[in-house]
């Protein structure tokens, strides 16, 4: 973890506009700075930046400050983009500060490191030759083989025991994965014996644990390490460290499920190939490849699994904004198997034929059955209403609910009435940009006072309760002042804008380069009595439901209370529209 005293060094060291000069075209345009965007194509500039750093596409949507700037431009976690801006500036970060649980990783990943060199200095030994042919068989070229650093654990029990005997200690190898302790006797043995090892390398090109796959059919066929400090396979996808480039160049990844589905399409030519590590599809992953494509060709097996599997994936990158495509291959093939049998072109073509999510979901729905009656619709309907729920932006889910209609051959208003009656838990869409720019004036006015002036927000506070601040869209952002004003840590643009995620660095960005006169206390004061204002009528809707509710019993006090209570607001309202 780096302290935020480095943080805010770099910060009074760096020119923020500087910085962005290398890699836009930043002009003068009142008190901002404006560029075309680097982050989507347009003729128009809708990029602005201020002094301090501060970003903002009124374009595509995306902003943030100068640490979020570098992260999109260089593809670097916030961490990485700290460490570039340290390293570009002079500025040493004292890692000691870690303690021994960072000098313990070090460790673990330079044994790692030496095990993996190891491995690949046995494959090309006479103990791995069979290892090698087996290899070679399965079309993995040399070069694939040098660049995953694929090696070979011999048939022995203590091989990579006795390497490190007086190398390391021994609870660190356990620790670390590579060796098991015995049961009954003292001592411990390989966990890894007579397995093609397969190097599970991180962004950084660290090695973090292996796969090991077997080369006799009589045992488990992949033995992977166990979690460790270093490695917790739900947050690293395999082979994204040589992906990378490709997958940003070609502006898409192709998603595999095992470690030989990736090597094998390496090998065959297609470099924007990752594998989940032969997990479900996690949170964490699908944050990672959103550093360098928002589009994705899922490829998984072609077995009951792999659909299964594929299903589960699709959902949980509609939800990430991915454009989702899948690439359709023969019964019970794999994309090894598929590349070796028929060749890279072959491949492409399917590539080039990649199934919009809806088609592939449907097809397998739909070709179990011999006749499609209106039972086995509506079960199908039912079963793909999360896959269409998970499509945030409006006209995309539009697009599809009448691509599937058509499919299914059912009434198109049908769906979309069946999709709002399932429709359990819908999410305020931060990152749409018609909401961004339709946020009301009284909001944005009112925030940057908050943020500007922290006794505005606590009289706020003293007079009313934090639901003041429900039903906006600005709430989260709201929400996250409170939280720093209660812990008396100090409130300003910046310190705000690192509390919040994306979505909402995009809302606060485009916010603060509104140019809005955050000085004009008349303008907060009249936010505030507009956001007073807007609160009573959400509190008014809510007892006009209660009153309807209650019409029909003969409880009346109840009801009188409401009724009075509804006529006190409405009177407070009116105070207000006066003032």
């Known amino acids: ?61 995306k902003g943030g400050d100068i640490f979020k700037f570098i992260m999109e431009m260089e593809k670097l976690s916030f961490m990485d983009a700290v460490q570039f801006l340290a390293d570009k500036y002079g500025i040493k970060i004292d890692h000691s500060v870690s303690t021994e649980a960072y000098k313990q990783k070090e460790t673990m990943l330079a044994v790692h490191k030496e095990a993996c060199a190891l491995y690949q200095k046995t494959l090309s030994s006479d103990d791995g030759k069979e290892a090698l042919s087996y290899l070679q068989k399965r079309g993995i070229t040399t070069d694939t083989i040098n660049k995953f650093k694929i090696g070979f654990s011999p048939n022995e029990w203590d091989f990579l025991s006795r390497y490190f005997e007086k190398k390391a200690d021994p609870a660190l190898l356990i620790k670390s994965s590579l ?113 360098y494509t928002t589009t994705v060709y899922v490829c998984y097996d072609a077995d009951k699994a792999g659909k299964k599997a594929a299903d589960r994936a699709i959902q949980m990158l509609l939800e990430n904004d991915f454009l989702v495509k899948v690439i359709i291959l023969d019964e019970n093939e794999d994309p090894d198997s598929f590349c070796r049998k028929y060749g890279a072109d072959s491949f492409q073509e399917r590539i080039e034929q990649a199934d919009d999510f809806i088609h592939f979901f449907l097809h397998n729905k739909i070709k179990p059955h011999d006749r499609i009656t209106p039972k086995i619709k509506s079960s199908i309907v039912l079963e793909g209403i999360p896959l269409l729920r998970a499509i945030k932006n409006q006209i995309t889910r539009s697009h599809y609910i009448k691509m599937a209609a058509s499919l299914l051959k059912i009434n198109e208003d049908l769906l979309l009435q069946t999709l709002k009656e399932h429709d359990t838990s819908p999410h305020a869409d931060y990152s749409s940009i018609q909401q961004l720019t339709n946020i009301n004036i009284a909001e944005k006015a009112f925030l940057l006072g908050c943020i500007y002036y922290t006794e505005i927000l606590e009289a706020v506070l003293k007079e009313k309760d934090e639901t003041f601040f429900d039903g906006l869209q600005t709430t989260p952002l709201f929400q996250k002042l409170i939280l720093m004003l209660r812990n008396n840590e100090p409130i300003s643009p910046d310190a705000l804008m690192h509390t919040l995620g994306d979505e909402e660095k995009n809302i606060l960005s485009s916010i603060l380069l509104e140019n809005f006169d955050y000085k004009n206390k008349n303008l907060i004061e009249k936010s505030r009595r507009i956001l007073e204002i807007q609160h009573i009528e959400r509190k008014l809707s809510a007892l006009q439901e209660k009153i309807e509710a209650l019409k029909d019993i003969s409880d009346s006090e109840i009801l009188n209370e409401l009724l009075n209570e509804k006529k006190r607001l409405a009177t407070e309202r009116q105070k207000l529209k006066l003032c």
């Open 1 to 61: 973890m780096i302290n935020r005293e480095i943080i805010d060094r770099i910060k009074l060291i760096i020119q923020p506009l500087s910085l962005a000069g290398h890699y836009i075209s930043l002009k003068p345009q009142g008190s901002r700075f404006i560029a075309l965007c680097p982050f989507h194509k347009e003729k128009t500039p809708s990029f602005y930046m201020n002094e301090d750093g501060m970003f903002h596409c009124f374009g595509c949507g």
């Open 179 to 291: 060796v098991v302790p015995r049961e009954k006797n003292d001592g411990f043995y390989d966990r890894f014996r007579n397995r093609i090892m397969i190097p599970i390398i991180d962004l950084h090109d660290n090695v973090i644990g292996f796969g090991g796959r077997a080369l006799k059919s009589d045992e488990v066929k992949y033995i992977n390490s166990a979690e460790s400090p270093i490695f917790q396979k739900g947050l690293f996808l395999f082979s994204l460290c040589n992906a990378k480039k490709k997958i940003a160049e070609k502006e898409f990844a192709l998603l595999v499920e095992g470690y030989f589905d990736a090597i094998a399409l390496h090998s065959f030519g297609f470099e924007n190939a990752v594998a989940s590590l032969g997990t479900s599809l996690t949170e964490q992953q699908i944050h990672l490849l959103k550093r």
